[in-house]
């Protein structure tokens, strides 16, 4: 299996900042990867699709880039409703593994 | 608008089954396949399997592989999946997502949860 690895695990910051969130396969995924925004009690929302295609309905702060095995989602200036989880997921192959996730908290 | 309808929260014994449903409606059923996700308290998702609502073929997850078995019904738009042999660590939120695109791995959009507690 394909394993993801997210970093960092959890960042501290304010609203107005840009945030960066990183995502490594072991193998190469081509564009294959999308990021999930999860607040809690519901359920995970899709931001981003094939590495760097927006989701409709998102906003223009959320963007995400990449490819092979390095892939980054970048919120450039963070909203009062941005705090929450986010998770990459390889979409090249059986199974669809998700990263560990990275929580985004308030500074 | 496309919707995803979960079954209610359930609470079972260990070794017993549950069987969660899942009611699609706001697009055509068998056009795009759906996934199985869960996610144990305070932790990350985990993928269990795909079902094609099409013609009933499925993939499931080598972790679950003779536990777990997800059908459909085309009649009422609805999958099902059913976890045997539950133990505590089967405790989370099971989650129904369709697949974004055909053949796509992907997940759009995504039912609301439902919770599985396992307990004696």
């Known amino acids: 299996d394909i394993q993801m690895t997210q970093s960092p695990s959890s960042v501290s910051a304010s609203v107005g900042d840009r945030v960066t969130i990183t995502c490594r396969a072991s193998?190469?995924?081509?564009?294959?990867l999308a990021w999930y925004q999860q607040k809690p009690g519901k359920a995970p929302k899709l931001l981003i699709y094939?590495?760097?295609s927006l989701q409709s309905g998102v906003p223009s702060r959320f963007s995400g880039s990449g490819s092979g095995t390095d892939f980054t989602l970048t919120i450039s200036s963070l909203q009062p409703e941005d705090f929450a989880t986010y998770y990459c997921?390889?979409?090249?192959?059986?199974?669809?593994?998700f990263g560990g996730g990275t929580k985004v908290e308030i500074k | 608008q496309v919707q995803l309808v979960q079954s209610g929260a359930e609470v079972k014994k260990p070794g017993a089954s549950v069987k969660v449903s899942c009611k699609a409606s706001?697009?055509?059923?068998?056009?795009?396949?759906m996934h199985w996700v869960r996610q144990a308290p305070g932790q990350g998702l985990e993928w269990m399997g795909i079902i094609n609502p099409s013609g009933g073929s499925t993939s499931y997850a080598q972790k679950f592989q003779g536990r777990v078995t997800m059908t459909r019904d085309t009649s009422t738009s609805t999958v099902y999946m059913e976890l045997s042999s539950l133990r505590s660590e089967d405790t989370a939120v099971y989650y129904c997502?369709?697949?974004?695109?055909?053949?796509?791995?992907?997940?759009?959009?995504w039912g609301q949860g439902t919770l599985v507690t396992v307990s004696s």
């Open positions: 193998q190469g995924i081509s564009s294959w």
């Open positions: 997921q390889q979409a090249n192959s059986f199974p669809p593994v």
């Open positions: 706001g697009y055509t059923f068998t056009s795009y396949y």
């Open positions: 997502a369709r697949g974004l695109r055909l053949g796509e791995l992907s997940l759009g959009p």
């Open positions: 094939a590495a760097s």
